[in-house]
């Protein structure tokens, strides 16, 4: 720690730091541009100067930048000073002679950092009247508006862009006055994490074109801290809300995992929330006829038909939480109750949890990988289903740089004195995949080859580290360079990670980077093991139990069950059409619970409305097990109370409870999650470690407006000028509407929206955190359910050649996408302009063993269904695999690992 003055004020600091840098961590605003903790500094702006003094005695003293100034010991400055603030304020005038007056129709107008700093600063007459410089705009695809004319030239997108997220099409152009920030040409922004332009910028340069079709000022929308759902990672998010509709999903700064930045999918996916054909009211199907129900009629009816049923299954989902699925758990009898899921996926899941709970290797969180020096992903595509995984990997290796740093006495905030360092020096990265992955371009060596293929590298890797190991057979003699020099990386590594998962659906490949971790580790490397899950609740739902889809599917043809409940599944993406049809006629009642008018809605008998994950509340675990509770963002009976959705936990405890079943008499969302910590032991941890409903600051509950908003006097005005009270919330600690506690931040981990006096914009996260860049003042929401990184019950896992393998004929392997891959991205229009073209991915040698060309139309029969899709050749894919988008409308999990024949192309 180093002891600096300001203003004659004295503060202990971290020495490490620059002096804004330590400033605003010490709660002393400075004004800024171009600096941001994840960038570091490059002293563009020149904004954030201050007047630096040799001693206390002194009056003289010089302007310095205090991004580019280290907080050494004994140092004096004064912000304050008569000198600086008229600097500070000459620059920003300076800054704003091109900018244009259009704060009142700019998006960023209550959100804009640049306002802030404007104000802040003390600028608030123009003197500027001559001709503004003007640019075209470009389009840069359908979730980023683009005003350059708004460009004070910080730099912030180019550094984040290019440096920091990896992308190679937005880039800077022009000289002295006439920067421009853009692509050479228009077009979409090709970046998975692109969205993040939108805060980083400081002014209106990029804004969220999805939140324009629904515009409202940042003061006047309601929010919720709330969880992405769409992957394993668990990041943090505020939605916004206002009449009724999601408008606007912004990151929410958590310190261990996503602290600045979420993925385009995170950010712009919300859409699905707001689509003009999901089901709103419950309904009965009795022949063709829909009879629409309200709730009560609904619940009765649900009743009868469960109290007349002999046996009841119930199919629970992923996507669901961890209160849904264990209700639905509950009402059917753990016997009757399935995973949704089928067994190759069920069975990689139950072993992920295995080695969490029993495998005494450390689970790193977003925020560690960054620190470690050698990385092998084995078969997952991370920027595929793990975006913002593939963003922190992208750090790690780019990490070599601060060591180098360190090395020199070059401080690390120093952005480009580091970059200027390090060269092409890096960390090292190794990848095996069935075909090539958007991390390629960083990778050390990258090795595409089948599964099998990749479990017999691994397997030798884990060998090769401890002979004790199991060996597997033979691998390529081409590739035993590679391996030998991957082995001698990780050997003399301090810190090495493994990075594999689910999405292979293959245990194997998971046991063998169980085995890589556990043999670095008895060498005593401080090595850290990631095993990715396809879905937001995947472990959650394990945890729950239940069994696979694939043994439920031969009760049903015995005809066991007569009536089935599903909940927050399609089962059109596991099954195939034909498979589904001889299922739903063995079955006599139907009951779909859900908020997606899917396939499987279309054979329900009864429907119950469902809230999706921005109307509901609930808890959902991450890949490291981290228990993190979302809230509801808004009560859609408020707007129309004939609206029949509900949580499906709650339709099930009413059901229940108006069945006479006792154990569901359930209030809140507390009410469940008190029975599952009483039922399932690995819960037990969560007692008292969560926010409950009856948290409360000061007697009141947390705000979800600012109290800046302008009222709520007109939100029903279309129904009545009589304005009703807002609903009241028992199931969380926050009231609807700007009434409540408006400081969550010094109380609760929690925090509906970033905002402090004079902090409108995303910055304001650097006003609520202990240290800038670190946790938060209360720390860092959610709690580990799992910690087996502290014990050691699993020694080796035996290598199994998979001798199923077919031979002289190709099977398929499944290939993943951002957008389009999981359910609900399908389901949303604006993500529809990003869903790339499905194809049917062929080898070289099958291409031209079956005479066939790119783009050629296509088909085949596998499962006995008849195909037909366009190709696509892939230079890397292995002969044998026939890669399919597994998921997508068409292409069902079921397929998976099928056979396929009778392959040949359809002319035209």
């Given amino acids: 720690m180093a002891e600096i003055y300001v203003d004659g004020k004295q503060y202990n600091v971290d020495e490490s730091n620059n002096l804004l840098h330590a400033c605003l961590s010490a709660g002393i605003d400075i004004p800024y541009f171009c600096w941001h903790p994840i960038l570091g500094s490059v002293g563009f702006c020149r904004q954030c100067a201050v007047k630096k003094y040799d001693s206390m005695e002194l009056n003289q003293g010089q302007i310095v930048m205090s991004c580019m100034t280290p907080a050494k010991h004994g ?51 123009r003197r500027y009247n001559f001709n503004k410089r003007t640019h075209n705009n470009q389009y840069l695809g359908p979730f980023i508006s683009h005003e350059m004319n708004r460009c004070i030239g910080c730099y912030r997108c180019t550094r984040y862009y290019q440096d920091y997220a990896g992308g190679t099409d937005l880039g800077v152009f022009g000289i002295s006055n006439n920067i421009y920030f853009g692509r050479i040409s228009d077009g979409i922004l090709e970046n998975e994490h692109s969205g993040n332009l939108v805060e980083i910028c400081p002014t209106g340069v990029f804004t969220d074109k999805t939140s324009s079709e629904h515009y409202h000022r940042k003061w006047d929308m309601q929010y919720a801290p709330s969880i992405c759902n769409y992957c394993s990672i668990g990041c943090n998010i505020s939605v916004g809300e206002r009449y009724g509709k999601i408008c606007k999903i912004e990151n929410r700064y958590h310190g261990l995992i996503n602290h600045y930045l ?127 995984m593939a963003l922190s990997v992208r750090q790690a290796v780019k990490s070599k740089r601060l060591q180098l740093a360190e090395q020199k006495n070059v401080p690390i905030w120093h952005n480009q004195a580091c970059i200027n360092i390090s060269q092409d020096k890096k960390n090292y990265l190794f990848i095996t995949n069935i075909d090539v992955t958007n991390l390629d371009d960083i990778s050390t060596w990258n090795y595409t080859g089948s599964v099998d293929d990749q479990v017999i590298l691994a397997y030798s890797i884990a060998n090769e580290i401890d ?16 391996k030998l020099f991957l082995v001698k990386k990780l050997l003399s590594s301090k810190k090495p ?19 890589i971790s556990l043999a670095l580790k008895k060498l005593n490397r401080d090595v850290g093991l990631i095993l990715l899950t396809s879905s937001s609740n995947s472990i959650g739902l394990g945890l729950i139990g239940g069994i696979s889809l694939d043994k439920v599917l031969v009760n049903i043809h015995k005809k066991k069950y007569d009536t089935m409940i599903v909940m927050e599944n399609d089962l059109y993406r596991m099954y195939l059409k034909s498979q589904l049809e001889s299922v739903f006629n063995c079955i006599k009642y139907i009951i779909v619970i859900d908020y997606f008018n899917n396939n499987t809605m279309k054979h329900g008998t009864l429907v119950l409305s469902a809230a999706n994950f921005f109307e509901s509340s609930g808890t ?98 279309n129904i009545s000028v009589h304005e009703i009270r807002q609903p009241q919330d028992i199931d969380s600690m926050f009231s609807f509407s700007m009434e409540g506690n408006q400081q969550a931040y010094r109380f609760s981990s929690y925090i509906p929206f970033a905002w402090r006096p004079g902090w409108n914009s995303p910055q304001a996260w650097n006003k609520v955190q202990k240290t800038i860049n670190q946790s938060l003042l209360c720390g860092d929401s959610g709690v580990l359910v799992l910690k087996g990184y502290k014990k050691n019950n699993i ?114």
């Fill in 75 to 125: 140092t004096i400055i004064s912000i304050k000073d008569e000198e600086s603030i008229a600097f500070r304020k000459f620059i920003i005038e300076l800054l704003m002679t091109n900018h244009p007056h259009d704060c009142p129709v700019c998006e960023e107008g209550g959100n804009c950092h640049l306002q802030d700093m404007t104000v802040m600063t003390g600028h608030n007459i």
């Fill in 262 to 388: 979420i993925c385009d999918l995170g950010r712009f996916g919300y859409g699905y929330s707001n689509i003009n054909d999901r089901p709103i009211k419950s309904y009965h199907r009795i022949l063709n006829d829909k009879i629409i129900l309200n709730d009560e009629q609904a619940i009765e009816t649900a009743a009868n038909i469960l109290n007349k049923s002999n046996s009841i299954l119930g199919i629970g989902s992923n996507r669901a939480s961890i209160e849904s699925n264990f209700a639905l758990k509950k009402i059917v009898g753990e016997e009757n109750f399935s995973s949704g899921l089928l067994f190759e996926e069920q069975d990689c899941i139950n072993l992920i949890i295995n080695i969490l709970k029993n495998g005494g290797i450390y689970t790193p969180t977003l925020r560690e990988i960054e620190n470690y020096d050698v990385i092998v992903i084995l078969g997952e595509d991370l920027t595929q289903v793990a975006p913002r």
């Fill in 467 to 482: 002979k004790s190991s199991p060996p597997s057979v033979c691998i390529d003699e081409t590739i035993v360079h590679n």
């Fill in 497 to 515: 990670l493994i990075i594999s998962g689910s999405h292979s659906r293959n245990v194997n490949l998971i046991q063998a980077a169980f085995n």
């Fill in 620 to 717: 959902i675990l991450n890949y490291e097990t981290r228990a993190q509770k979302f809230f509801k963002v808004y009560d859609p009976k408020f707007f129309d109370n004939q609206i029949g959705k509900l949580d499906s936990w709650k339709w099930l405890s009413y059901i229940a409870q108006r069945m006479g079943k006792s154990g569901m008499l359930w209030n809140n969302v507390d009410d469940v999650m008190n029975s599952i910590i009483d039922d399932i032991h690995d819960f037990k941890c969560l007692k008292n470690n969560l926010p409950n409903a009856s948290f409360r600051i000061y007697g009141s509950k947390i705000a979800r407006s600012s109290h800046r908003a302008s009222g709520r006097t007109a939100l029903r005005s």
């Fill in 795 to 908: 020694n080796w896992f035996q290598y199994l050649s998979n001798s199923s393998k077919i031979i002289n004929n190709c099977y398929v392997v499944p290939y993943y996408f951002l957008f389009g891959s999981e359910e609900i991205t399908q389901r949303t229009p604006v993500l529809s302009k990003k869903i790339p073209i499905f194809w049917a991915y062929f080898s070289i040698s099958d291409a031209q063993k079956n005479c066939l060309k790119n783009n050629s139309l296509v088909s085949f029969f596998c499962l006995d269904e008849y195909f037909q899709v366009k190709i696509r050749i892939s230079k890397k894919l292995k002969s044998g695999q026939i890669g399919l988008p597994l998921g997508v409308s068409g292409f069902p999990f079921i397929l998976f690992g099928q056979e396929i024949k009778k392959i040949q192309e359809i002319k035209k």
